[in-house]
């Protein structure tokens, strides 16, 4: 819970450079930073309900094709986006 507190609060100094218009990341870096709090709860809430029903390296496993299959969607997204 607590990367969700960090990530709350750089989001919101993100969210004042943009009003500012001083911006320093591109779309697809704040794609990415947008999916992090979704992957943050995920792994909390996987973590809790199924901790003593699987073993060790099945979590890591199961944690790791979300945020491979997030990362392949963004990029295909980008490619998408610039050829159309």
């Known amino acids: ?4 507190y960090v990530h709350h609060i750089f989001c919101h100094k993100l969210f004042k450079e943009l009003q500012s218009g ?7 870096q704040l794609r990415c930073w947008n999916e992090a709090s979704t992957l943050f709860l995920f792994t909390g809430e996987f973590l809790v309900v199924l901790k003593d029903t699987i073993q060790m390296d099945l979590k890591i496993s199961r944690l790791i094709a979300p945020v491979i299959s997030l990362t392949l969607a963004i ?3 980008k490619k998408f986006r610039n050829n159309a």
């Open 1 to 4: 819970m607590f990367l969700l």
């Open 22 to 28: 001083r911006t320093r990341w591109t779309s697809t």
């Open 75 to 77: 990029r295909t997204y």
